[in-house]
């Protein structure tokens, strides 16, 4: 997938560990570990809010876009 979840370094830099965040956020440990692991399908808003407000970030700092490799040659391809 093309979205990489850089929660563990916004975690590292805040010092607060993932069980903290997810009492915090309130939602379960399992679910944020899911979505830290880059596992998650779908991030709702509200959960996203949640994560930025606790953790005084933008988005952009948790989630990344970067295209997979051969993206760019299919796109290519297409046109």
Do not use: H
């Not at 607060?16 to 998650?40: F, P, Q, W």
């Amino acid at each position: 997938m093309a979205i990489r979840v850089n929660l563990d370094r916004v975690l590292l830099d805040r010092r607060m560990s993932l069980t903290e965040l997810a009492e915090r956020v309130g939602i379960t440990l399992a679910n944020l570990s899911i979505l830290k692991t880059g596992k998650a399908r779908a991030v709702r808003f509200s959960t996203l809010d949640a994560l930025c407000r606790e953790l005084n970030c933008q988005p952009a700092d948790i989630l990344v876009y970067e295209p997979d490799e051969g993206e760019n040659d299919v796109k290519a391809a297409a046109e």
